[in-house]
C-alpha cells in the first residue's frame, strides 16, 4: 500500500532495487522487467519484493490440528510500480499448486523463499491487478537470527503464528518486508469444537454442515506483515469497550492517512477482543480487565487509539517465544501476561504498528518507544519516575554492547541496547527539550506518520522541528554513539 508520507529512505530502497531487477523479458513484446526479488533491508536483503504495491491480502486458510496442515489461498491485490513480465512473493515452505494473474494462468517457480509468477500478460506500471497462489502443507516454523522460533507454530491441539521479523512468510506469500503495509482479510476454517481469531474485526462467523468453523477477519488499516496473527484451538473470549480512539477515523481507510489525520478527538470508542486458551490455568480475568483502562490512559498521552479494533490472545506457555504486538490483538504467551508486557505491547499499537520502521535497522523506533511507554507508566501510574528506569538501564552492561540505531547484525535486533537504549534516548531527548514540548513530539510523531512508514532520520528530523533546534550532540552521544557516556 503506498503511502503519500511515505519515507524517503523507503523510497530510495524501492529504487535500488529495481535498479537491481535484471534482464528484460525473453518473449516477444514484453518490455517489462521482473521485479526485484529483494527490498535490500540492511538485515533481511531478500525480504520483500520490487515492482509493485500490495493493497489488500484475502488469505483463506483451513486447517487441520490433526496433521498440522494448512490448505491456503491468497489473493493479492497490488498496483505495479514498474512494467512487470514478472514478480516474486516471499514464502518459505509448503507447496504452490497454482497461480493466476488477473485471472489468466500464470506460470510459477520456486527458489529458496522466493516464488516467481510470470502472468500470462505483462503488467504495465500504474495498474492494478490481481494475483491468486493456491497453497498447502504443514508449515515449518523459523529459526531467527537470534534463536526464537517464529512463524506458523503448532499448539497442542491447535496453532499461533506470529513472525517478527520474518515468520509471516511461513503461512502466506507476500511482500514481507515492513515498508509494504496492506489491508488485510483473513479467513480461517477450523474443525467442530475449535475457533480461530485474528488481527482486527470478526465480520462473519458460520458453522458449516460438517460442524467445521469458519471465521472472517478483516483489518481495514494498513499492516506490516510481521505483525499478522492467527490462533487457532479452545479459547475463551471476553469483550468490553475502550474509549480513546479518534471518532472520525471511522473504521479506517485503505488509503494513506494524511499528515494531520491522528489528531482528531477522542470520543470514538473501540471494541475490544480478548481470547485465552482454555488450558491456561492463571487468572487473567483482572489484566484483561485493564486493557480499556490503559489503553485510553495511553490515548490521552499519545493521541487517538489507531485502529478500529483491540484485545490481546493469550496462549499457554510452550509455543511462543515471545509477545508480540500483533496488530490490534497482541499475543502473549501466559507467562509473559503482565501489566509490563501489556502496556508495552499495547503502546506498539502507535508505535510500531500505526508508524512502521521502513526497514529493520529502524527498529528502535519501535522497541525503544515501547519501553519507554513502559517508564511513562510507572511514573504516572504507578510512583516509579522515568528517571528512576533510566538510571538502572544506564548501570547495565548489557545496554551499552551498541548504539540503538546500529544493531551490528538482524541476530540483535531485539537485544537490549535496542529497547533499553532506545528508551534512553527518548528520556535524554525530554530532558534535553522539557516535558511540554515532548509530550507534543509524543503524540505528533504517530499522529505525523499515521498508518505509514518512518526511519530514524525522519524521527530525529521531527524532534528537531518540533523542538525547533539542532540536537545533534544528543543524537551522536545516545543514538550513534559508541560505548558510556560518563554520566547519565
Ligand atoms: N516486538 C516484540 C516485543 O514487543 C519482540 C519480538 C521478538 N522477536 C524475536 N525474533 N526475538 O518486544
Ligand atoms: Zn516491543
Not at 512487470?84 to 493466476?100: C, K, Q, Y
Request: with cysteine; glycine share 12%.
Amino acid at each position: 500500500m503506498t503511502q503519500r508520507n511515505r519515507t524517503g529512505a523507503a523510497a530510495a530502497l524501492v529504487a535500488l532495487a529495481l535498479l537491481a531487477g535484471g534482464c528484460t523479458g525473453a518473449t516477444g513484446g514484453v518490455r517489462g522487467t521482473p521485479g526485484a526479488a529483494g527490498l535490500r533491508d540492511p538485515y533481511f536483503p531478500k525480504l520483500g519484493n520490487g515492482g509493485y504495491d500490495v493493497g489488500r491480502y484475502a488469505l483463506s486458510l483451513a486447517y487441520d490440528p490433526g496433521t498440522g496442515r494448512i490448505d491456503g489461498t491468497a489473493e493479492i491485490t497490488a498496483r505495479a510500480t514498474q512494467d512487470l513480465s514478472a514478480f516474486n512473493l516471499d514464502l518459505a515452505g509448503l507447496t504452490v499448486s497454482g497461480a493466476t494473474v488477473d485471472g489468466a494462468r500464470a506460470a510459477y517457480n520456486r527458489a529458496g523463499d522466493e516464488l516467481t509468477l510470470r502472468p500470462h500478460d505483462e503488467i504495465p506500471k500504474g495498474a492494478e491487478f490481481r494475483a491468486t497462489v493456491t497453497y498447502a502443507g504443514v508449515p515449518e516454523p523459523i529459526t531467527d537470527a537470534d534463536g526464537s522460533a517464529e512463524g506458523w507454530l503448532r499448539t497442542a491441539g491447535g496453532a499461533v503464528a506470529v513472525g517478527e521479523p520474518e515468520g509471516s512468510k511461513t503461512w502466506f506469500p507476500g511482500n514481507h518486508h515492513p515498508s509494504d503495509k496492506a489491508a488485510y482479510d483473513i479467513t480461517l476454517t477450523v474443525p467442530a469444537g475449535l475457533d480461530a481469531f485474528s488481527n482486527g474485526v470478526r465480520t462473519e462467523r458460520r458453522t458449516a454442515a460438517d460442524g467445521r468453523v469458519t471465521t472472517v477477519w478483516h483489518t481495514s488499516e494498513p499492516m506490516a506483515s510481521y505483525l499478522a496473527t492467527v490462533a487457532i484451538g479452545r479459547y475463551e473470549t471476553g469483550t468490553a469497550t475502550a474509549a480513546g480512539r479518534a471518532a472520525e477515523a471511522g473504521s479506517g481507510t485503505d488509503s494513506g492517512s494524511g499528515t494531520d489525520s491522528g489528531s482528531g478527538t477522542d470520543s470514538g470508542s473501540v471494541p475490544v477482543l480478548t481470547a485465552v486458551e482454555a488450558s491456561v490455568t492463571a487468572d487473567t480475568a483482572a489484566l484483561r480487565a485493564e486493557i480499556p483502562v490503559i489503553l485510553e490512559r495511553q490515548a490521552d498521552r499519545f493521541g487517538p487509539y489507531p485502529f478500529s479494533a483491540a484485545g490481546a490472545i493469550v496462549v499457554k506457555d510452550g509455543p511462543l517465544g515471545y509477545a508480540l504486538e500483533t496488530q490490534t490483538r497482541p499475543v502473549f504467551p501466559a507467562a509473559s501476561f503482565d501489566r509490563t508486557t501489556l502496556v508495552h505491547e499495547l503502546a506498539h499499537q502507535w508505535y510500531g504498528n500505526s508508524v512502521t520502521p521502513a526497514t529493520w535497522r529502524d527498529l528502535w523506533l519501535n522497541e525503544g518507544f515501547a519501553t519507554y511507554a513502559e517508564w511513562l507508566y510507572t511514573e504516572e501510574y504507578e510512583d516509579v519516575p522515568a528517571r528512576t528506569h533510566f538510571e538502572r538501564a544506564f548501570a547495565q552492561d548489557a545496554n551499552w554492547a551498541f548504539p540503538p540505531a546500529a544493531p551490528p547484525g538482524p541476530g540483535n535486533l531485539f537485544d537490549p541496547p535496542v529497547y533499553q537504549r532506545g528508551a534512553m534516548v527518548l528520556h535524554k531527548l525530554r530532558e534535553t527539550v522539557g516535558d511540554p514540548v515532548f509530550d507534543e513530539i509524543l503524540r505528533g510523531w504517530p499522529a505525523k506518520y499515521r498508518h505509514a512508514n518512518a526511519s530514524t532520520g525522519d524521527f530525529t528530523a521531527y524532534a528537531e522541528s518540533v523542538a525547533g533546534k539542532d540536537l545533534d550532540g544528543l543524537w551522536d552521544v545516545w543514538l550513534y554513539g559508541d560505548g558510556k557516556p560518563d554520566r547519565p
